[in-house]
């Protein structure tokens, strides 16, 4: 999943979209870099981010959808029912959700009427103030649980459960150790018998693994990293900034496996 924030403010991508036609042309690129979706979205959540009205996010991201929808698979990120509406009517196939249906009452319908997958994804807090020292008694089992109740919410306002894929999320309401633990015990997240989708591209957890404590963003590399060791333990969707990079390095990843597979396999 390619990731196309057209936004002044994104954390590591900021402005760097926000022209349309700039967009425009990252969409396009990444899915010919080899991205399987495009996730658009016309607000920040990065930490301290206050939010923009539904109005301006659909002046953000309007265009965007008209001139690529029917052309490269989209998935809209948005936690409104009003952006979710215009993106599926132009094309979007998926909603991405941070707030995992608790934002906007209204999304949950327009997500089952709309007939399109949805991603639901943890995040303890607002963005606003999420990162100030956020604590678990056991991070894994908090984030679990917490997606169970909600892919079961989500279910119960007839969306159906094969069209859900779940998210810890990733940097949301978490310490560096939480991000590396939660990805360290895929398994228990997997146990809910839904793809999970991964977000670490650049996050700033991995610049300050790295060392650097005042970090806001994480290097190509580092995020690569945590992008295999995530696909090793089960994860399908990795939401990346560096398309081609992470479509490389996930296609050696997967010959490995394959080459596994294979030797596994009966004669
Ligand atoms: N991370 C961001 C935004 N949306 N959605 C999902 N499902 N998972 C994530 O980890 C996730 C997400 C934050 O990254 P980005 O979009 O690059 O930045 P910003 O929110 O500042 O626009």
Known sequence: MGVVNVTPDSFSDGGV???PADAIGSARRMAADGAALVDVGGESTRPGSE???AGEELRRVVRVLEAVAGELPLSIDTTKAEVART?????AELVNDVTALRGDPALAEVVATGGVYLCLMHMRGEPRTMQSDPHYEDVVSEVTSFLEGRLRFAVGAGIPEERIALDPGI???KTLQHNFELVRR????????RPVVIGFSRKRSLGRLLGDPEAVTGSVAASVGAAVAAYERGATI???HDVREHVEALAAAHAVADAGAAAAAPR
Do not use: K, P
Request: aromatic fraction near 8%; glycine fraction near 20%.
């Open 186 to 193: 895929l398994d228990v997240v997997l146990s809910l018998g």
């Open 87 to 91: 993106a599926i009517d132009l094309g």
């Open 171 to 173: 940097g949301f309401g």
């Open 238 to 240: 990795l939401r990346v």
């Open 17 to 19: 979209n926000y022209d």
């Open 51 to 53: 939010g923009v009205s």
